[in-house]
Every structure is written in C-alpha cells, then in structure tokens.
C-alpha cells in the first residue's frame, strides 16, 4: 500500500518537471515556489535517503547472529543470574510481592535472552525496551545522586545501555519484522 502511493508520487514528480516553465531539480527555488512543494520535495529526498539505507542492509544468514544481538542475549542472561542470586540471597517471606515481581523479572530476561540468542525480532524489541527504560530512570537517578560515587555509578549503567540500544537498532533492522499473515 504504501509502495503504491509513493510510486504514485513519483510519478506525478515526474510529469511535473516534463511540463514547460518547470523548475529542474537542484535549481534554486523562486518565487512561486509554495510551501507545499518545498515541504514534497524535503520528503521525497528523506524517502530516497531511507531507501537507500534499507537497499544497503544485508539480510542474515540463516544461523547468523549479529555482534550485538549475541552481546544483549548475554547482558539479559547474566542479569537474570543476577536477578536469581540477589533473590536467593535476600529473600524475605514477609514480602511474597517482592519475590514473585523478581522472579516475573527473571522470567521475562530469561525469555529474551532464549529469543535474542535465536536471533528473533521480538527479543530484540523487548530489550529495546528494557534498556530505554533503564536509560530513562537512570537519567532521572543522576538528577537526584547526593554524591560523585553515585553520578559516576549510573553513568557507568547509562552508557553501556545507550551504546547497546544503539548497535541494536540496526541489528533489528537487519533482522527483518516477520511477515504478517496474509501479506
């Protein structure tokens, strides 16, 4: 659907410059150039840039994993280790609600760290969003840290989760959403 209306656009482009007094591309714009076609031509020129970057990823292999992928299955598996030894080492059986939301945390980086290892777009897109919302409350933790340790503390958790965010964008990319039933 949306190839159909942008092969539409592009063709009225095309026919708009076949018409006589039509300003070539690249030629500086004059005065009855309306908002409306700078604004067209501005989106044409973003579309052309995405679609050169989507004709350069690669597909995977079958098998292939990408570096980051494998780095976050890892970092979602040594955190639900973590998750566990905390657990165990200072379970409280007055507080059945903080045991039963650590082990849902567990179980949810278990999950990913399993999809993630296999390479699924779903996995990707969950630690996705863990790590934005790690991110987010560890920005709102420096705002409030009383001292130098403790700034330097979620640094030190900020920038591993930004880079790792960021690599993983385009292994999402490469991973491709699966295809939609009936598409």
Known sequence: MAQRSSRKRRKQRQRSAREPGARPPGAAPDEADSDADRMARGYA????????????LVPLAPGERPRAVTVGAIAAAVA?????????????????????????????????????????????????????????????????????WAVLLVIAIIVPSGALFWFLVKSMARIQMPQRPGA
């Open 45 to 56: 020129r973003g579309r052309a840039k995405d679609e050169a970057a989507r004709a350069a």
């Open 80 to 148: 639900a280790v973590a998750n566990t030894v905390s657990l165990a080492i200072s379970f409280d059986s007055n507080e059945p609600a903080k045991s039963l939301y650590t082990v849902l945390g567990v179980i949810v980086l278990v999950a990913i760290a399993a999809g993630m290892w296999r390479a699924r777009y779903w996995a990707v897109l969950g630690l996705q969003t863990l790590l934005a919302l790690t991110i987010l409350i560890a920005s709102v933790a420096v705002i409030t840290a009383g001292n130098l």
